[in-house]
């Protein structure tokens, strides 16, 4: 008979603990999509890409640095693309000297170096200034308007849809 009941409170047991995990893989999925609901990018037939805002009313979504997967923030108050002394360490990017530079949270020091590529969905920009500094979360990097003023930015409601700009012919 004890045997019967030490079977029954294992299964107890084990029932809760996948209780508690389905709990816990259902919720982070509602979090993550939350945060950012532009998991899964694709650019159109023209090259578009349409985002959608987040629960916190910004654009998020997933992109690369260097071929590096990463989380993109869009900024239209940054001038430059900007990214973390951590990332930018495991990127191996040659830094240029230090730069006070002014951001939401007040003057911090930046270095200045460049990037092969930002890609968003199918937008992608080569050789591109960065500012490697301090108090950015190790995988977002926020673009700036150096990457943005490249693209027109449309927003509609809770939508924003970028463009890459007509190429100007060379002369």
Same mark, same amino acid.
């Given at each position: &008979?004890?045997? =019967?009941?030490?079977?029954? #409170?294992?299964?107890?047991?084990?029932?809760?603990?996948?209780? @508690?995990?389905?709990?816990?893989?259902?919720?982070?999925?509602?979090?993550?999509?939350? #945060?950012? +609901?532009?998991?899964?990018? #694709?650019?159109? +037939?023209?090259?578009?890409?349409? *985002?959608?805002?987040?629960?916190?009313?910004? =654009?998020?979504?997933?992109?690369?640095?260097?071929?590096?997967?990463?989380?993109?923030? *869009?900024?239209?108050?940054?001038?430059?693309?900007?990214?973390?002394?951590?990332?930018?360490?495991?990127?191996?990017?040659?830094?240029?000297? +230090?730069? #006070?530079?002014?951001?939401?949270?007040?003057?911090? @020091?930046?270095? !200045?170096?460049?990037?092969?590529? @930002?890609?968003?969905?199918?937008?992608?920009?080569?050789?591109?200034?960065?500012?490697?500094?301090?108090?950015?979360?190790?995988?977002?990097?926020?673009?700036? &308007?150096? =990457?943005?003023?490249?693209?027109?930015?449309?927003?509609?409601?809770?939508?924003?849809?970028?463009? !890459?700009? !007509?190429?100007? +012919?060379?002369?």
């Amino acid at each position: &008979m004890n045997h =019967f009941r030490g079977s029954g #409170t294992l299964m107890l047991g084990v029932g809760w603990i996948l209780i @508690v995990a389905v709990v816990y893989w259902v919720f982070h999925g509602w979090h993550e999509r939350e #945060t950012n +609901p532009n998991r899964a990018l #694709t650019a159109g +037939p023209t090259g578009e890409v349409v *985002l959608a805002r987040n629960r916190a009313g910004q =654009f998020v979504a997933e992109g690369e640095v260097n071929g590096r997967h990463v989380t993109l923030l *869009l900024d239209t108050g940054a001038t430059h693309i900007a990214l973390s002394t951590r990332l930018a360490r495991e990127l191996k990017l040659k830094l240029g000297p +230090p730069l #006070t530079v002014q951001t939401a949270a007040g003057a911090t @020091v930046g270095y !200045p170096t460049r990037l092969e590529s @930002v890609r968003l969905a199918g937008i992608e920009m080569r050789d591109t200034a960065a500012l490697v500094t301090d108090g950015l979360e190790p995988e977002t990097v926020l673009l700036g &308007m150096n =990457f943005l003023k490249r693209l027109e930015m449309i927003q509609r409601g809770d939508e924003l849809i970028l463009k !890459p700009l !007509p190429q100007e +012919p060379a002369r």
